[in-house]
C-alpha cells in the first residue's frame, strides 16, 4: 500500500525590533529574568497595549517578499486560555483580518523548483517562558520574552516530504534574514516551527487527521521528527489504529514524537476583536515606502544573475539561497574578468564545502571575496591550473598569505614554456613504450594516461592544454 | 438556547473559576435569566450591519520602536504572591 | 466651606484664606466622622493626602498654582495610584499596592490637586448598587437604608455627604450618571476616548471611561480641564487639542433644541421621577429651548446588546487575575489548575462570577456570532439612533434612573432587575456619546437626576446647560440631613 504524507508548517518568526509589540520594554535576548518586563509585559490591572510601528513594517515586508496582499486594514483579535506564561490570559494576535494574506514561496528539492503557498501571516505576541528548574516542586516563570513580536507563517498544506518541509523552512529561515526582519537565531527562539503532519493513501484527494509537532527550533531535529511521525502514523494506520488530532513534541534524545499533555483538553479560544486596539490601516503609500527600502528579492536576484553572469537557474537558485552567499559571489565577480560561472562554480564549491565543514557564515570566510578573485584571476591567466588552485586556496584558508605569494613560495606557477613541456613530453613517451603502443593500436585511453603521466612529471605545473597539443603532435 | 448544568462546569472550567453543585444549580437558574433577557437581541435583522466594535471610526495609532522602560523587577515583585531569583512561582507547569 | 464650589475653594486658596493643609485636614475630619456610617471610602491614608497638601501649599506661595491646586479629590478605588493600595472593590486586589499611577491620577498630581483618598465602589465595576463591594456597602447620605447607587457609589456618597469637594468616577453603563442622579450631585461621562484609560482597571475596555462628580456643571469642568487630553499609552485615546471645558458657562441657551425621546418616558418609569425631569425641562424651555419630540426606538436593545459584550469583555479583561503576578492567591491547592480555580473562585465576589461566566459563554465556540457578533452589530444600530435624533435636536435630555435610590436587597436577589437600573444610561455607552446627571429635583425626598445626552464631543456645551439650570435653581446645593 502506498502511502503519502501531507505537510504544513505554521512558523513563529521574532521580529527583529527594538521594543516590544506592544510596549517600550526591551527585547534583547538574554537579560536577568523579569528584568525586561514592565508593567504591560506582566500585564498590571488597567495597563494598555500600544502597537509598535517597526514591527507593522516588518510585516509588510514579508508580505511583498512573498508577493502576497498586505491587507489595507487588518484587527487584533485576542485568544484566550490561561497558562502561567502568559500574562493577561490572552494572547493578542490576528484571527479573522491578518496583516498579510496569500503569498507564495518557492523551493529547490534536488534541481526540481516547487511552488509552496502561504495562506497568510500575521502580527502576535510571543509569550513569557517557564523554568522547569525546581523550586520545591514549582515552575519559575520568566516573562522578559512576553510581548515579543512574532509574524506568524501560516503555509498550505503543500509538501510532501520531510525533505520538502525542511527546505521549505530553511528558504523561509533565509527570506526573512534577507528582508533583514529576523535574525534567524534558532537557538534563540528567533525561529520556531510548527509542522502539520498527516498521511494518506496515495491518490486519495481527502487530507487525514493531523498531529501537529510544536516547537522544532532545528532543521535536523524537523527532518527527525517528521520522518518519525509520518512512520510512527502509517504503522498505526495499517495496524488498523486511527489517528486522533494531536499536539506532539519531539524529544530528540529518543527521537519519537509524544502528546503534550497540557493540551490534552479540546481549546476554545475564545476569539474576539481586542477591544483595546482599533483596526489596522496600512495605505499604498506606507506599502511603497517600505517597498523603496526594501533589498533586492532573491527571486528577482536569480532572474538578474541568469541574465546578467549567464549563470544556470540552478547555480543561480543556489548562489542567491542566502544573501551573504550572492552578496560574496557579487564581491567577487566584481573583482574578476573571466567567466563569472567560474566563480559561481568556486562559491558553491571549494568555499560552501568549507564553510560547511566548520560551520562557518561566509560572512566570517578567512577567505575573503577579494582574495578568491585574485586567485581565480591565477587560474585565468594560466598562471596555475584548477587543480593547483585547490591546493592554493586550501593554503589561503589555512592562514598561509594571499595567492600570489603562496604560488611563489611554493613554486606553483604553471609551466606554459614550450620547450620545457616537450622535454616532459619526450621523456614520459620514452619511459611509456606500451602506452604509446596502446593508443597507435586505437585505444584513445591511453592519451589520457601519458597526459597524466606528463602532469605527474611536472609536479601539475605543465599547462594542460600545451601538455595535449604537444602530445597530440608527437604521437603524429 | 437554553443552559444546562454541564454547560455551566464547562464555562466554569473554561473561565477557571471552581463551583460546586449547588452554586453551579444557582448559576444555571441566575445565567438562563440572563440569557433570557439577551434572547430579545435574537428577533433583530442585523443583515448587512456592520458589528461595530469601537464608537469612533478611527484607525490604530503606532508607537516608534523606542525603549523607554526600565528594570523595575524589585518593585513590582513585591506585590507578587511568590517569587524567587527573580522568577514568578507557580505550581509545576506540565507540558 | 463644605458647600463651596471649586472656584471658590481656589479662590480662598489664592487668598490664603486658608491653605490646603486646613482645608484637606477639614474634610478628613469629616470623612472621620461621617465614613463609619457611610463607608465612601475603603483606604485612607493621612500622611500622603496631607505632604500633598503641604506641597500644594508650596505650590500656591510661589505663585504656580493651577486651578485645582491644593483641593482635596476622592479617587475611585479602580485607578492604579502609586504606593496607594488599589482594590477595585476586590477581595483579588485586596493587598494590591499599585506600582504606578493611572493617567488620570498622573494629571491631578501634576494640577496640584491633593488625592484625598479611594472611594468604594462595586467590585471591578460591576453593579448598580454598590452592594457587589467586598469591602462593605456605601450607604446614601440621603437615606441610609438606601443604596446610593454605582458603580462610582463611593464617589456620588462622598460627594454627597461633602467628605470632598469632588471626585473621580467611571462609567461602563451608567456607572458615573446613576449614582450622581440616586446621590443628588453632578457626573459626567465623557465622550469615549476623551479621558485616558490608562490605569483604569478595565471592566469593558470598549465601553469604560472616566469622568468627574462633584457638586455642580462648573466644578465637572475645572475637573474635566484636568482629567480630560491625549495619552499616547492610551490608543484609543483620541488626539484632540486640549480644551477648556468652562468655555462655555453661562451662554445663552435661546434656541436650543431639546429632544425628548419617546422610549425614556414610557413604562418602566417611575412617575415621581417623571414629574421631577418635567419640572426641569419646562426650566429650559424658560431659558429659551425648544423642545423636540425623538425616538430612540432600538434603545429597549442597549440591555440585552449591554450585558452580553460587556461581560464578554470583562471575562477577557479579568483573566489576568491568576495568582500569579500580583493579587489574591488561595492558600491551598493541588496544581496549577486547581489554584487557578480556587484563587478565582475566592478572590472575586458572586456577581463578578457571573458575569466572567456569562461573558466566557457568549465567547465560546458556536455561541460567538449568535451572540457577540449579534450584540455588535445591534450595537451599531443603537449607535445610529442617536445620529438620526441629532439631525433635529442638539442634546437629548430625560431621566437618567428609572427610579430613585432603593433600599438594600431590594434588586439583589435577582440580577437582571439591578440590570435594568441602566435602561437609559447604557445606549449613551454604546454610542461612545457624552452623557451627565444633574440635580433637578427630589421625589419623596430622594434625588431624582436629569440626564443630558450630547453629541460626540459636545461636553462643554453640556455643561452649559447643567449649568444654566443651576443658575435657576439650587437642588444641586441642598444637603442631606445630618451632613
Known sequence: MQWEVVIGLETHVQLQTHSKIFSGASTAFGAAPNTQACVVSIALPGVLPVLNREAVRCAIKFGLAIDAEIAPRSVFARKNYFYPDLPKGYQISQYELPVVGKGRLAIQVGDQEKIINITRAHLEEDAGKSVHEDFHGMSGIDLNRAGTPLLEIVSEPDMRSAAEAVAYAKKLHELVQWIGICDGNMQEGSFRCDVNVSVRRAGSDKLGTRREIKNLNSFRFMQQAIEYETRWQIETLEDGGEIHQATVLFDPDSGETRAMRSKEEANDYRYFPDPDLLPLAISADDIAEVKAALPELPEVMKARFEREYGLSAYDAATITASRAMADYFVATAAKFSGEAKLVANWVMGSVAAKLNEEGRAIADSPVTSAQLAALLTRIHDGTISGKIAKDVFAAMWAGEGEADAIIDRQGLRQVSDAGAIEKIVDEVLAANAVMVAEYKSGKEKAFNGLVGQCMKASKGKANPAQVNEILRKKLG | ?95 | MINKSLKELAALLAAKQISSVELTREFLARIARLNPTINAFVTLDEERTLAQARAADERIAKGEAAPLTGIPIAQKDIFAAHGWRTTCGSRMLENFIAPYDAHIVQEFDRAGAVNLGRTNMDEFAMGSSNETSHYGKVRNPWDVERVPGGSSGGSAAAVAARMCPAATGTDTGGSIRQPASLCGLSGLKPTYGVCSRYGLVAFASSLDQAGPMAKSAEDLALMMNVMAGFDPRDSTSLPREKEDYARDLGKSLAGLRIGLPREYFAEGLDSGVAQVVQNAIAEYRKLGAQIVEISLPNNKLSIPVYYVLAPAEASSNLARFDGVRYGYRAPEYADLNDMYCKTRAQGFGAEVKRRIMIGTYVLSAGYYDAYYLKAQKIRRLIAQDFVEAFKHCDVIMGPTAPGTAFKFGEKTADPVQMYLEDLYTIAVNLAGLPGMSIPAGFAGNLPVGLQIIGNYFDEAKMLNIGHALQQQTDWHLRLPEGV
Do not use: C, W
Request: aromatic share 2%.
Open chain 2, 1 to 95: 438556547m437554553s443552559l444546562n448544568l454541564s454547560d455551566v462546569k464547562r464555562i466554569a472550567h473554561l473561565a477557571r473559576v471552581q463551583i460546586d453543585d449547588a452554586d453551579a444549580e444557582i448559576a444555571l437558574r441566575q445565567l438562563s435569566g440572563i440569557l433570557g433577557l439577551i434572547e430579545e437581541m435574537q428577533s433583530v435583522n442585523t443583515d448587512g450591519i456592520a458589528p461595530m466594535s469601537h464608537s469612533q471610526d478611527v484607525t490604530q495609532r503606532l508607537r516608534d520602536d523606542v525603549v523607554t522602560e526600565t528594570d523595575q523587577r524589585a518593585l513590582f515583585q513585591s506585590v507578587a504572591p511568590a517569587v524567587e531569583g527573580g522568577l514568578y512561582l507557580v505550581p509545576k507547569v506540565i507540558e
